[in-house]
């Protein structure tokens, strides 16, 4: 897989015929499975973990400005015409970009190695949760200070549970045991829910949703009751407007959108490739699930920082100082409240709220595995287009995505686990997604067309909907504010990374982010951004040496009369014939 996308031949594709497996492509069961399934994908655990950190981190209120500019400008677009042309293709992001641009489908390939590291270490986060799951299940929570020697919960997420330590202590590098098992737990939940298939994924989306948006009301609640709760409210909302004039702040601001969101990941052009060529409520899909997904950040905020409030005020601290504890904030400061649930319940509302984390973690693990899937089946199709995607073969692809995953992940494991995670997590969603999204931009807007892609979302929505769509205004937006904007936050990342403030003098004397060794920062920090880039250009200089071309596309009448007539033909089939499921071999 790692050389396609360089020839017409490594992706399966013969100049001027466009790239193909449609026909053959499994169907969502219904609309309801497709919206579910994607909004859990966006819905997940950066909307309660890393939303609120980085608000702690980068002033409160101040970030949420940068935040809805970055979603309304960048973000909410590109996930629609992300999903508009995986359904117009009915093919993965490879074989999508293949027909928009040839020389460019490398930019999936970028994707894919993204996806590969942001899974790693999210599913370390999510062992995380497993372990605070387990031992909600004692009569008295572990973590409360009577039964903790008087710990933190702070100190005890990690002393206890994590064994941090830093680099270069004796040990740092040993696995934990604890840790290593939570992990082996995630991974195989993830494989058992996803060799069902598109169905069973479908049906179980509507339990992993709904239930952990009960429970953080349930949390909510409780949380605005605390004493405190109103200063770390008013800290939330409250914008520090020196933070807006700080790169950091809209660089953190636009990964998080796109790290939850998650256009340039690939994922919503692999699950919308999954709906009928007739299918005209995509556009409706896409406006419930984006704003889903920041409400759901947005009243998550509303609880941690009510939270955050009572903490600061037990400790006596400034409430920016609990804010801005790390990616550690989320187990802090809910294990904390957690604590004070009256007669005796604590351990009923613990198991409750860590299984919402587990079930909102393991809602977008789902579908970005499910996206790594799409990528090799497509390309096998693309190989070998005779060849049949059975069971089980399918079974063995999801299998050994799994286990590879998972024994790269054992790296976050170790006792130096969290600091690696936070350097990870620092530099691959924010760099490596910014450039993806910049290239998609440039990909659609300028390559492929910004009136072509219009007629797209034309095409996707209800005729009645069709006359609302606000072609001037888009047609600037995607030439223009998208790609302007990403360069603009992409140039200004990069110079704050190597001389703003917020670089810590380590141990050689360099100034590092988060004064971690500088060999470490180069090799998994710049080394996860470098990596995927450095093939994006290569992928392109092979492409013009080798004379790729486009494949031809045919006229927007003709898609339309071929819609037409296949719409036609689906229900004249509908009629004599009843449809087929599909099989666990979904893929």
């Given amino acids: 897989m790692a050389v396609a996308g360089a020839t017409p031949q490594d992706v399966g594709v013969e100049l001027g015929k466009q790239v193909s497996t449609a026909s053959e492509r499994p169907k969502w069961g219904s609309r309801g499975q497709f919206i579910m399934v994607l909004m859990g994908y966006a819905i997940g655990l950066g909307n309660i973990w890393r939303f609120p950190y980085m608000c702690g981190k980068y002033g409160g209120g101040a970030f949420m400005i940068a935040y809805l500019v970055s979603l309304f400008c960048i973000a909410a677009p590109l996930f629609v015409f992300e999903t508009v042309l995986g359904h117009k293709y009915q093919l993965g992001p490879v074989g999508t970009f293949t027909n928009m641009y040839a020389p460019w489908a490398g930019v999936a390939y970028v994707s894919i190695i993204m996806t590969c590291v942001i899974l790693t270490y999210y599913q370390a986060l999510l062992g995380w949760a497993v372990i605070y799951f387990v031992q909600s299940f004692a009569a008295k929570l572990p973590w409360h200070p009577d039964e903790c020697g008087g710990c933190t919960t702070g100190d005890y997420f990690g002393q206890t549970v994590l064994n941090a330590a830093s680099f270069g202590d004796e040990g740092g590098w040993d696995v ?291 006359q609302y769509i606000p072609v001037k205004a888009a047609t600037i937006q995607m030439k223009y504010v998208g790609p302007v904007g990403i360069s603009f936050i992409l140039l200004m990342a990069l110079i704050d990374e190597f001389s703003g403030d917020s670089l810590i003098a380590n141990e050689s004397g360099w100034k590092t982010y988060g004064g971690y060794p500088t060999g470490v920062t180069i090799c998994l920090g710049w080394g996860s951004v470098a990596i995927p880039v450095g093939y994006f250009f290569f992928s392109v200089i092979r492409a013009h040496m080798t004379g790729v071309t486009t494949p031809e596309q045919p006229a927007v009448e003709d898609v339309k009369k071929a819609n037409t007539s296949q719409t036609v033909s689906t229900k004249a089939d509908e009629n004599t014939t009843p449809p087929n499921e599909p099989s666990g071999s979904d893929q």
Wanted: charged fraction near 10%; aromatic fraction near 14%; proline fraction near 4%.
């Fill in 176 to 466: 934990q045991g604890k840790l290593f098992l939570a992990l082996m737990a995630v991974w195989f939940v993830t494989w058992l829910a996803l060799i069902g298939g598109k169905n069973v994924l479908g049906k179980i989306a509507y339990f992993t949703v709904l239930f952990p948006v009960l429970l953080l009301v349930i949390i909510f609640c409780k949380a605005v009751t605390l004493e405190g709760a109103g200063d770390g409210v008013a800290y939330y909302i409250t914008p520090d407007m020196s933070h807006l004039t700080k790169a950091n702040t809209w660089s953190a601001a636009a990964s998080q959108i796109l790290f939850s969101l998650s256009p340039a990941m690939g994922t919503a052009i692999a699950m919308s490739s999954y709906h009928e060529k007739s299918y005209d409520r995509l556009l409706q899909d896409n406006l419930v699930i984006i704003c889903c997904n920041s409400c759901f950040s947005m009243f998550g905020g509303f609880a941690v920082f009510s939270i955050v409030g009572y903490l600061a005020e037990q400790r006596g601290l400034p409430v920016e100082q609990v804010a801005s504890a790390g990616t550690g904030l989320a187990f802090d400061v809910f294990a904390e409240v957690l604590t004070l649930f009256p007669g005796g319940s604590s351990p009923f509302f613990s198991v409750c709220f860590f299984f919402m984390l587990l079930l909102l973690g393991l809602d977008s693990a789902f579908a970005f595995v499910e996206t790594l899937q799409t990528y090799v089946v497509d390309f096998i199709q693309h190989k070998r287009p005779d060849l049949e995607i059975t069971p089980k073969m399918n079974m063995m692809i999801v299998s050994a995505l799994a286990f590879g995953l998972f024994l790269i992940g054992i790296v976050y494991t170790t006792r130096v686990g969290s600091n690696l995670l936070d350097i990870a997590d620092h530099f691959c969603p924010t760099y490596c997604l910014l450039f993806v999204a910049l290239v998609e931009y440039v990909l659609i807007a300028w390559k492929y067309g910004a009136e072509k892609m219009i007629q797209d979302i034309q095409n996707c929505a209800p005729p009645q909907w069709q």
